[in-house]
């Protein structure tokens, strides 16, 4: 390190090089920076989406909408329960004849 702070000391070119890398360095940020503070950004569609989600009637339709797939899909589950409520009174009366069944078949045979 002593001998490169050496070579600059009694080398001026170096320290004149090191200024130019410097002020380079420095110009290119400056101009970017100034370039980017410059451009705009593109031209979007933000207008037009926020139209749509703004409108009142779309989204009121839309919520009529909802509420009426929500009620078809309560009915929906009260079908499902009430044929759930079926099939187990259905299994019962099956296993109740299954059983006076066998009852029968025994009786048969004692005879």
């Known amino acids: ?3 490169l702070l ?3 000391a009694n080398n001026p070119f170096t320290a004149i090089a090191f ?7 420095f110009a290119v940020r400056q101009f970017g920076i100034v370039m980017g503070a410059k451009s705009t950004p593109a031209p979007t569609r933000q207008a037009e989406v926020a ?3 703004v409108d009142p ?3 009121n339709r839309l919520t009529d909408q909802v509420e009426a797939v ?3 899909f309560s009915e929906l589950v009260d ?9 187990a ?3 019962t009366e099956i296993n109740r004849f299954r059983e006076e069944l066998r009852i029968h078949r025994e009786i048969r045979r004692a005879n």
Request: glycine letters at 6%; proline letters at 0%; zero cysteines.
């Open 57 to 59: 009637t779309a989204l």
């Open 79 to 87: 079908v499902g329960k009430d044929m759930a409520k079926n099939t």
């Open 51 to 53: 139209a749509v989600i």
């Open 70 to 72: 929500n009620e078809t």
């Open 19 to 25: 200024g130019v890398v410097l002020a380079m360095i």
């Open 89 to 91: 009174f259905l299994t």
């Open 1 to 3: 390190m002593d001998k």
């Open 6 to 8: 050496e070579a600059a």
